[in-house]
Nanobody
Framework: GHLVESGGGLVQPGGSLTLSCVAA????????FQWFRQAPGKEREHVAT????????DYSASAKGRFTISRDNRKETVYLQMTNLKPEDTAVYYC???????WGQGTQVPVAS
């Protein structure tokens, strides 16, 4: 299977952006998904997780209250809605199928004025 992210781009501090991750090649509805990010010169870090039950989610401390992960099983797509973005949110954002080696190619999100 594979994952393809989209929706990245330059955004001003305080702005919002929604990332999408389209999946293919495996049973989407039974899988859990995660968003990670990697800032320049830093290690990749977990941002959010959504389990196969839509209501069960988990967030990093930096994402909680500002980011929302969701999924649409009919469209086989996972979303990351980001609000009140800060310069420290600047990173390449990756979608990951949990408990697998399946990663997307990443989408860049620069936060700058």
């Amino acid at each position: 299977g594979h994952l393809v992210e989209s929706g990245g781009g330059l955004v001003q501090p305080g702005g919002s952006l929604t990332l999408s991750c389209v999946a293919a090649g495996f049973t989407f509805s039974g899988a859990a998904f995660q968003w990670f990010r990697q800032a320049p010169g830093k290690e990749r870090e977990h941002v959010a997780t959504i389990y196969s039950t839509h209501t069960l989610t988990d967030y990093s401390a930096s994402a909680k209250g500002r980011f929302t992960i969701s999924r649409d099983n009919r469209k086989e797509t996972v979303y990351l809605q980001m609000t009140n973005l800060k310069p420290e949110d600047t990173a390449v954002y990756y979608c990951h199928r949990m408990n697998s080696a399946t990663w997307g190619q990443g989408t860049q999100v620069p936060v700058a004025s």
